[in-house]
């Protein structure tokens, strides 16, 4: 699909917004420039924190910016998909602006490094929380999404997205939000998903590789792609309301063996061969079942009898998106900390009073699964 208009706004000049407003009945024009510029004043000037009367300091700083012409200041956008024209500050304000209070938590250095970044995120069930977090937070503005599948009304319990939006490719509406944060993002979309004829294009200048696809011979080839050119690559993996990290730091040990080793002699040619009945049971092992929270157990040999497929909340969805959105940064600014390795991120251990004391009883669960699935030769 080639057609950007669907998803990238289209820069235009305040006279082509007139038009647009005759061209297109209903045209909705935001314009808060001198507010935003007032913000962007009110940001390098800590001074007015405590002190409001900043107004004659401030008339004349948008005086000497604009001249007096605010609407021939900064840059216009047209976002089809919304009948809406807006007003945005110039990239580098627009930039300092939206990440202004990222200030000291995110040094101004290691803020520039994060949005020099290029980044790709490939699946966007979780993956559209991931890249939504990472352009929140300033980082990435050249982001490769990719995602074959749209979105339908039972993807909106974890999705953030609405019911306008059904039949919509995922990726296309990840991207609409990412430019509605960012209208000078660079935003690559695959709304074939990962394929045989795009996979050496995605990773082709790639920083890292936030990977969420569900077929498990994508999962494996595009780590041995990844691995050849040292991207490291991480995964968050939903478990209830909490997540399963996973960390390969191919940029500091290409060696490092992929998904720790733990899944043996698999290779994707051999994933190519078996029966697709049998992959739940390999996504279960990718996965990490002895991490898995008992229902999730349950859930995975229950699939195509019960259950359409395994069960997903937002809750833990939207919780990979924001720890893989601070891995991914990390690892970007190129912290020695950042390990390879797999990490559970449990909600339950925090604040369930009796956790520990059901240890057991989740043991128990996890070994039943392994009997049952002894047959997919796990």
């Not at 809406?84 to 627009?94: G, I, K, N, P, Q």
């Not at 990222?102 to 101004?108: G, V």
């Not at 092992?285 to 259950?307: C, H, Q, W, Y």
């Not at 997903?312 to 190129?334: E, F, H, M, P, S």
Request: hydrophobic letters at 40%; glycine letters at 6%; a positive charge.
């Amino acid at each position: 699909m080639n057609d950007r208009k669907l998803w990238q706004p289209v820069p235009v000049s305040p006279i082509e917004v007139m038009n647009l407003e005759m061209k297109y009945p209903g045209l909705k024009v935001v314009d808060q420039y001198k507010n935003n510029l007032e913000e962007l004043f009110l940001l390098r000037n800590p001074k007015y924190r405590f002190d409001k009367n900043h107004q004659n300091d401030f008339e004349k700083f948008y005086a000497g910016h604009t001249g007096n012409d605010s609407n021939g200041a900064g840059n216009w956008f047209y976002y089809s998909w919304l009948n809406t024209a807006v007003h945005f500050l110039s990239d580098d304000m627009h930039q300092e602006l939206r990440t202004g209070r990222n200030r000291y938590l995110i040094s101004k250095d290691e803020q520039e490094i994060f949005y020099n970044a290029t980044i790709a995120v490939l699946g966007m069930s979780v993956g559209s929380h991931i890249a939504i977090m990472i352009a929140l937070t300033g980082g990435a503005r050249h982001i490769k999404i990719a995602d074959p599948d749209s979105i339908s009304g039972d993807n909106l319990n974890r999705i953030r997205g609405s019911s306008v939006q059904v039949g919509i490719n995922k990726a296309i509406v990840v991207a609409r939000q990412i430019y509605e944060l960012n209208p000078y993002a660079e935003v690559e979309v695959y709304t074939d998903g990962v394929n045989e004829n795009n996979a050496e294009n995605i990773l082709n200048g790639t920083d890292l590789l936030c990977e969420e696809m569900d077929h498990p011979y994508w999962k494996l080839k595009i780590r041995e792609l990844a691995k050849k050119r040292k991207i490291p690559v991480i995964m968050g993996t939903d478990n209830g309301d909490g997540a399963i990290i996973d960390i390969e730091r191919y940029d500091i040990k290409q060696s490092y063996p992929m998904l720790h080793g733990l899944i043996g002699s698999l290779t994707p040619e051999k994933i190519k061969c078996m029966n697709p009945k049998d992959w739940p049971g390999v996504a279960a092992k990718i996965a990490g079942a002895n991490f898995a929270v008992p229902r999730m157990l349950d859930s995975v040999v229950e699939v195509g009898k019960t259950l359409y497929s395994w069960p997903q909340l937002g809750t833990a969805a939207n919780l990979c998106g924001t720890v893989l959105a601070y891995l991914a940064r990390r690892i970007i600014i190129k912290s020695p900390n950042i390990k390879s390795g797999r990490y559970v991120v449990s909600l339950d251990s925090i604040f369930e009073s009796d956790y520990k004391r059901n240890w057991f009883p989740r043991k128990i669960a996890f070994f039943k699964f392994i009997r049952k699935m002894t047959k997919h030769k796990l």
